[in-house]
Nanobody, 118 residues
Framework: QVQIVESGGGLVQPGGSLNLSCVTS????????MEWYRQTPGKERELVAS????????TYADSVKGRFTISRDNAKNTVFLQMTNLKPEDTAVYFC???????????WGRGTQVTVSS
């Protein structure tokens, strides 16, 4: 059974940092583009960062450029999201999403809560 499990969320003060991890199992991880999304109540899920399977090309939402870094470790079937200089508007549930480079199938994790507050 495919599993995608996020961890590393929590409460942090503005200007602080958090490192999210997403561990996958039962997929050929190196064949999957990996993405981090976030969602707040009443809003649509927003793509925050992505990293491709083929060449690890990274893309970021404008709102997080220069502050967040996505990376992957294919040997550990894990994708990371390093978040620095966090702002209250970064508060959200962060979801990990894996999508095969051929666009199907795709899998979601259950999310991890990030709260930025003083």
């Amino acid at each position: 059974q495919v599993q995608i499990v996020e961890s590393g969320g929590g409460l942090v003060q503005p200007g602080g940092s958090l490192n999210l991890s997403c561990v996958t199992s039962e997929i050929t991880f190196r064949a999957y583009d990996m993405e981090w999304y976030r969602q707040t109540p009443g809003k649509e899920r927003e793509l925050v960062a992505s990293i491709t399977a083929v060449d690890a090309t990274r893309t970021y939402a404008d709102s997080v450029k220069g502050r967040f870094t996505i990376s992957r470790d294919n040997a550990k079937n894990t994708v990371f999201l390093q978040m620095t200089n966090l702002k209250p508007e970064d508060t959200a549930v962060y979801f990990c999403h894996g999508i095969h480079w051929q666009k199907v199938p795709n899998y979601w994790g259950r999310g991890t809560q990030v709260t930025v507050s003083s």
